[in-house]
């Protein structure tokens, strides 16, 4: 079980020197993905030396530039480098006319496979299912349809207690697949039952992260999120111009501090500043007036669990 | 008469880290005009200190991703900066569509006004004609449908010879409007009449500057570049690779130097390398076995004429 998230772009609105929009690379459980793709994105991918290949789901959570103005660059790159592997697109309708268009003006066609996964729901929905992990949408309250996305690693197989099994002469290398699902053994001739929970430890705890860009306070995604291990919730603003959360439908720091808090989450991320802050520190100390374990996203840094 | 060229993007292909794809600023006689805007366009401006209204026209040789990717974020920081002159975009059929869909998805209608020329003619076409300035079309030879760009000065007004002009009691201030558009001088009770050129200089020799790329080498742009002060000219390669110039539709640095030569050209650029070479020195030298007069693209770098 193990969460690595590299933070490429954190800021909001334009690119500009050493502040880059919106995207993260996240590993989890034996998966890699990325979670939106602003200009700049296959920049920052090569300068924190996230190898592209790696690189088969990408998730973008709306249609706004510095959430999606690198991707058709980054799908453009994976052509020129030869990619065959396939790669898939989860995003707001629209996106894959906007995609196409843009390979089809180029004459540029993949030559590995796109598949786009265009999502218009309201409500929550699994979008992404595999033997390790899931991933959920998050709607969010933005000015134009946009989704956050839950991570979550599945359960995986009970740990063998080899201890126990050892003294147990009866069981054998071929019993341990069934023991790791969780069943009991029971010896060939039927004479022996022992209970699978004196031969095995739980499966460890499956962890989760939850990314929330851009949004309205929104407490409706509450029990979404409730007690994941990782948080990341934009504030675009700090309360001193929380009357700008209205009209532009972003955060302030307090309040996803507030997200936080009532999703009784383990660790929470700050990211998606406004270009009128020179101090991002302020945005931490606002936040931590409501909840302690807060972290400021940073272009390279890196969050493990 | 003045030129002065700002390279912001130089090389091929996809953005890496300090090689960007291309774009250059061009201030020419009291105009100034963007070129080509790949991904990251915008940052490159903010380095090197262009100010974004000054941008009032800008050309797009191609939809390839290295040429346009990085305007619609241009487009989209113009409107987050509250911009109210209009924006002329000139470029291939298909961009506008392309562009006024990203627009709608991210429903970020921009209150300035936008003005697409879309170009498919594959003549040389008159497409910006004011007092300055005139700016025709080169047709080039690439994979897609692929225009060069022609920047010429206007010829201005004859310059007053005022020592000349100082020994004629009867010429007034307000006969210089004439002087200066070339009529002879005629005093008001029509007995003296002196000729212009006795009482005025030539207005100085217009400059021209010419920006090619991406082509196959196309002699038949000769004609159309014929002794321009400055030439930028795509050379993706050099000669140990010519083998890539069929298929690819691009030009060795001595291709380059051979359209600079017959052309009769004043200055040569080089520029668009491709990822291959390490030494970007090496098209300066192949390009000098042919034509003299050869600098090389840098982010950054300014040519001043």
Redesign the interface.
Known sequence: MSIKLTILGCHS?????NAFPTSQFLEIKERSFLIDCG??T??LL??HKVQFAKIKHIFISH???DHF??L??LV??FG?HGRENDLHIYG?K??K??IT??IK????WTKYKLYFHELNSKESELIFDDKNVEVYTIPLDH??YTNGFLFKEKKGERKLNMDAIQQNSEIEICDYHHLKKGKDFVSEDGKTTIQNKKLTFDAPTPLSYAFCSDTAYKPSIIPLIKNVDLLYHEATFLEDKKELTEKTKHSTAKEAASIALRAEVKHLILGHYSSRYDDLNNFKEEAQTIFKNVSLAKSGEIFEL
């Open positions: 609105a334009s690119p500009r020197q200009e700049g296959q920049t090569r300068k249609l706004h530039g103005y690198g058709i660059g453009s790159t020129l707001p629209g996106i006319e906007v268009l843009q003006l180029a004459k540029s000015r134009i």
